[in-house]
């Protein structure tokens, strides 16, 4: 029965060399396992402050002319009706004398 432990010990610790292995060669071809550096990100071209600057800029200048062109859409439709001081009253008074008659119903 030891005998049989101890060979079947025996088979787990090769297969765990194995495997330790087999996880370094793949880190090598990764670079590593624990995310520091991943091989996409590696490659970029480091860009100079200015450089930032002038593509936040850029950025900056074209969502300023989308906001302009929604902010006008907005602006003309906010002005396309408006109602005269009498009119409005006239409306009011009507629906006073609405809310009235149903109460009076009620």
């Known amino acids: 029965m030891m005998a049989e432990v101890a060979v079947v010990l ?12 087999a996880i370094a ?3 090598q ?3 590593s396992l624990d995310g520091s550096t991943s091989g ?4 970029r071209r480091p860009l ?7 593509i936040a800029a850029a950025q900056r200048a074209r969502w300023a002319k989308l906001k302009a062109k929604k902010s006008g ?3 003309a439709k906010a002005g396309g009706r408006v109602m005269s001081i009498a009119a409005r009253r006239k409306i009011a008074a009507a629906q006073r004398a609405r809310w009235a008659k149903l109460k009076k119903a009620a």
């Open 10 to 21: 025996k088979q787990l610790q090769e297969e765990r060399s194995r495997i330790e292995q």
């Open 25 to 27: 060669a793949l880190a």
């Open 29 to 31: 071809l990764n670079g």
């Open 40 to 43: 996409s990100n590696g490659s």
């Open 48 to 54: 100079s402050t200015a450089a930032r600057s002038r």
């Open 73 to 75: 859409r907005v602006a």
